[in-house]
């Protein structure tokens, strides 16, 4: 029986790869010296990629029920920025999200262009993406929270 259980556990290793594994999820938030200016929250995802970036295509985030901008990449030795990246590369998935006061006083996301959908999870954000052709969602449980950041 335990020789059974180890060929398909080595099965499952071999055909069901996850091109990454997620390492860190951190959240910090930071408010502007003026009231007008408002506020930002940074989210930030660190993974290690098991395949390089021609193979896997990320193409949405959401944070909440709002859909966010992000950007990835991978920090070179020389930390300069590279969206490309190898397998064993830690790979970085940053968004952020800008609120500004309105009219009332109140402060209201920046809408940043991106179409709403109604994107159904448990968890605090989901990024979506593309691997060997299918579709797959990396669901973020929680993220751990930075110090703000207060700005005179």
Not at 93 to 100: F, G, K, L, V
Not at 101 to 111: K, T
Not at 124 to 137: C, D, P, V
Request: with cysteine.
């Amino acid at each position: 029986m335990k020789i059974l259980s180890l060929i398909i556990l080595c099965f499952f290793g071999w055909f069901a790869t996850i091109p990454f594994d997620k390492v860190d999820a951190t959240v910090q938030h930071f408010n502007a010296g003026r009231r007008e200016s408002g506020k930002s929250v940074k989210y930030q995802i660190k993974l290690v990629a098991h395949k390089p970036s021609s193979k896997i295509t990320f193409t949405n985030m959401y944070v909440g029920s709002e859909p966010v901008e992000f950007k990835v990449y991978k920090l070179t030795d020389n930390n300069q920025i590279s969206m490309t990246y190898q397998k064993g590369d830690t790979v970085y998935i940053d968004a952020s999200m800008r609120y500004i006061p309105n009219s009332s006083d109140v402060l209201e996301l920046v809408n940043n262009g991106l179409p709403k959908t109604v994107v159904e999870y448990k968890g605090k954000a989901i990024l979506k993406y593309t691997f060997k052709n299918k579709k797959y969602e990396l669901v973020i449980e929680n993220f751990k929270k930075m110090p703000t950041v207060n700005y005179p």
